[in-house]
């Protein structure tokens, strides 16, 4: 019995950094870059793992939880545009659509302040979904 209980620990331990966490198959990173007009563009940039995916669009018939992009702003900021989401996949004949790999949202804003993301999604493979998650990410 011994040896079978550090088969896992061993794993673990070899495992490589892009390898997938399976209870969060989705990382979340933010950067924000200056354009020439002087605005600040936020990239977040999401993740995920092999076999997973998110709800770009979600059918009236399914269950599932969309993702949703929203920003709290320190009040000398404000958005510039609409936020640009990336092509997603259809995922069935209802209509609902998926990220899958690696997703970057895109926003730009004018002024100066603390820019805080608010993520929420639900995360499934083809056999469970994951309870949604909320995620806060913020840039200065």
């Not at 002087?38 to 669009?57: D, E, M, P, Q």
């Not at 690696?102 to 993301?117: A, H, T």
């Not at 608010?118 to 499934?124: F, G, N, S």
Request: negative net charge.
């Amino acid at each position: 019995g011994k040896h079978r209980l550090s088969v896992p620990i061993l794993r673990a331990a070899c495992r490589p950094l892009e390898e997938c966490d399976e209870k969060n198959p989705v990382k979340a990173f933010i950067s924000a870059d200056t354009l020439p007009n002087g605005n600040r563009l936020v990239t977040i940039r999401l993740k995920i793992c092999k076999g997973y995916h998110i709800y770009a669009h979600v059918a009236d018939m399914d269950p599932f939880l969309p993702v949703k992009v929203d920003f709290r702003l320190d009040s000398g900021i404000s958005r510039v545009g609409d936020l640009q989401s990336p092509a997603s996949e259809a995922y069935n004949s209802a209509g609902t659509l998926v990220y899958k790999n690696e997703v970057l949202f895109r926003q730009e804003f004018s002024g100066s302040g603390m820019i805080v993301c608010l993520l929420r999604y639900q995360c499934c493979n083809d056999q469970i979904c994951m309870p949604p998650s909320d995620i806060e990410l913020e840039i200065e």
